[in-house]
């Protein structure tokens, strides 16, 4: 069990204490709580140094900029799906239905998502899909990294000693934004994933699309976009038959492995087919 716990109430107070290291940083607890108990189970060290985020005011809250949306690193799955955001965000939202049950997602937060780095954390997709980055403090400053840059493999990030992911930044995009998601599993929910898509795109005003985030989970290491399929939706409609864009040269970034789940060949084809049927969704949203 840890042997030291603390609640500090501001960013300042928190900043120092992980300044000394070995702190193991606590905010939903949906990751933390269910590693302590795996560790005491059988009988290996957990964490020792517990910093307990939660009472942090300044990590909390939703807000919509004139050029971007900050999500707290305390804001709940909850919070974000009950939010009044844009309606590119629903490829965030309908990721974090798929996050647990309803009382995780209470709890759990999107921060925790990702610096927990799992290959099937259900938000990484979106999240990239989205061009969101991540705020790192410290008490040497502040950083900002992309979350594809932030998430370097299976439970590894580039945060570093002292340093606490603070928020997460979403660009502004038009509000003709569209955004799909879809997620593979062996059941309808509380699974990990086989698969999943997450495809923003935005469009200008004759109706074509001028930007495009396509971004695969659970079939690589980290979450991959697919850059020359969004290179090749430039210029086309949402109402067109994208899905016949999708082959499986512009699926080379992934790298799907073999598990108890599905196998690397069953997880590239599905992967295919979720990304076609997204992109054939995408003009009847």
């Given amino acids: 069990m840890p042997s030291t ?10 900043l120092d204490m992980l300044a000394s290291g070995g702190w ?10 269910p590693g302590l108990t795996d560790a005491q189970a059988w009988g290996r060290p957990g964490p020792q140094r517990i910093l307990d985020i939660s ?13 971007e949306v900050r999500l707290g690193a305390r804001a709940t799955w909850t919070e974000m799906i009950e939010a009044d955001l844009p309606p590119y965000f629903n490829t965030l939202k309908a990721a974090g239905r798929e996050v647990g049950g309803v009382q995780i997602q209470n709890r759990g937060t999107i921060a925790g998502n990702i610096c927990n780095a799992s290959p099937a954390a259900d938000g990484v997709p979106a999240l990239i899909a989205l061009d969101a980055d991540v705020e790192l403090s410290g008490q040497g400053g502040i950083r900002r990294l992309a979350v594809a840059e932030f ?15 603070t928020a997460i930044y979403v660009p502004r995009r038009s509000s003709r934004a569209l955004s799909n998601f879809l997620k593979l599993g062996a059941r309808r929910y509380l699974i990990i994933s086989i ?7 935005d469009i200008d005003k004759s109706g074509a699309i001028n930007h495009a985030g396509v971004a695969i ?15 090749n939706m430039i210029g086309r409609w949402p ?8 082959t499986r040269d512009t699926l080379s970034p992934l790298s799907p492995i073999d598990d108890i789940r599905a196998d690397a060949a069953y997880r590239m084809d599905a992967a295919q087919r979720l990304v076609q049927r997204a992109l ?4 009847t949203e």
Avoid: W
């Avoid at 998430?151 to 992911?165: F, Y």
């Avoid at 109402?239 to 999708?246: G, I, T, W």
């Fill in 280 to 283: 054939a969704d995408l003009g």
């Fill in 195 to 201: 698969a999943m898509v997450a495809v923003v795109v």
């Fill in 217 to 231: 989970g659970s079939c690589s290491e980290v979450a991959q976009r697919l850059n020359s399929l969004e290179e």
């Fill in 24 to 33: 193991t940083v606590l905010s939903g607890g949906t990751d933390v709580f």
């Fill in 5 to 14: 716990y603390e609640k500090p109430h501001t960013l300042d107070v928190a």
């Fill in 151 to 165: 998430i370097q493999g299976n439970r590894r990030t580039a945060l570093q000693d002292g340093e606490l992911v």
């Fill in 239 to 246: 109402e067109e038959d994208l899905s016949a864009l999708v």
């Fill in 55 to 67: 009472g942090i005011g300044e990590l909390s809250g939703i807000e919509i900029r004139d050029d």
